[in-house]
């Protein structure tokens, strides 16, 4: 058996048989949610919290890129973040120059995502190092290859439709010089269409162009974290952190977390029990964090 407490729902569980990619707790999470959570909590915090743990920061903004139904609300419910399809509303293909959202998001969360985006993925990397503000970063979920080259499968396409030819699916595209090209050599990821795998990642071509495209460090997390059942194996995907400037709390977000800390307080207070309350909300975590960030009075 293996114990662990799962950071997306909170929850502390066991399971038998300790598998990367299928979900391991019946809240849907996986290896990989469970280390973009681990990721995203460091970076922001300081600290490891299990997602429900979160304060509400409201002034944080994110996005997210095909993140799962399981995750997006509750990062919904504690930031401005919204999860987007490339397929469906609310739409967002990152491959598209668009200036409109440049600077906006204090971090883009991309699983498993960059593998499936058409090329050029500069293009793509480029675009999302300019949503990011000066501090943001970029939250990634992708598999490198073990031999550490990058493989693209089409570096070719232009225009192209994927077809069902018999029992399996082919692409046709028409190169930029107008000649056609046919491949039935195809690998979907979870179903078909979208998820075509388009590249296959080494972990030192994706810092380079994680680098070439405006960010000033990339940090691969993939040391196990055991307590928040973070466990890789060979085939799971990498976690890593694109910044562009370490991040840091805007003073509008400090103010939001000292009028939460702050109410958070008067509520201990208020109570018959004060004593026991105090006690209890000095050990909270949310409490330290406040301590950390340098808000709020000491409580013991
Ligand atoms: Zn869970």
Redesign the pocket.
């Known amino acids: 058996m293996v114990a662990f407490a799962?950071n997306?729902?909170?929850?502390s569980?066991e399971v038998e048989q300790f598998a990367t990619e299928p979900a391991s707790?019946?809240?849907?999470?996986n290896v990989r949610l469970r280390a973009l959570i681990h990721l995203l909590s460091l970076e922001v915090f300081g600290r490891s919290l299990p997602l429900p743990e979160f304060p509400r920061l409201k002034s944080i903004r994110g996005l997210g890129m095909s993140d799962k139904d399981c995750c997006a609300q509750l990062l919904a419910d504690k930031f401005d973040y919204t999860n987007t399809f490339y397929d469906r509303e609310p739409r967002f293909d990152s491959s598209r120059r668009d200036e409109s959202l440049w600077g906006q998001y204090d971090f883009i969360l991309s699983a498993d995502v960059l593998e499936h985006v058409g090329p050029p993925v500069e293009a793509t990397l480029e675009q999302l190092c300019r949503m990011l503000k000066p501090r943001g970063f970029l939250g990634v979920t992708v598999f490198c290859a073990p031999s550490d080259k990058l493989r693209e499968h089409f570096p070719d396409l232009r225009e192209y439709r994927i077809v069902p030819l018999g029992e399996s699916q082919v692409l046709i595209n028409r190169r930029a010089d107008g000649t056609l090209e046919i491949r039935d050599d195809l690998i979907f990821h979870g179903g078909t269409g979208s998820t075509l795998e388009m590249r296959e990642f080494g972990a030192t071509s994706l810092r380079q162009k994680l680098c070439a495209a405006g960010f000033h460090e990339v940090e691969f997390l993939t040391g196990n974290v055991p307590e928040c059942g973070i466990l890789f194996d060979h085939d799971v995907s990498q976690p890593l952190i694109a910044r562009k400037e370490r991040f840091a709390m805007e003073s509008r977000t400090i103010a939001e977390f000292t009028d939460a800390y702050r109410a958070a307080q008067q509520e201990a207070w208020s109570g018959q029990e004060s004593a026991d309350r105090m006690r209890l909300a000095a050990s909270s975590r949310w409490v330290k964090l406040g301590r950390r960030l340098g808000v709020g009075p000491k409580l013991e």
């Open positions: 799962c997306l729902c909170g929850a569980r707790c019946p809240c849907g999470s």
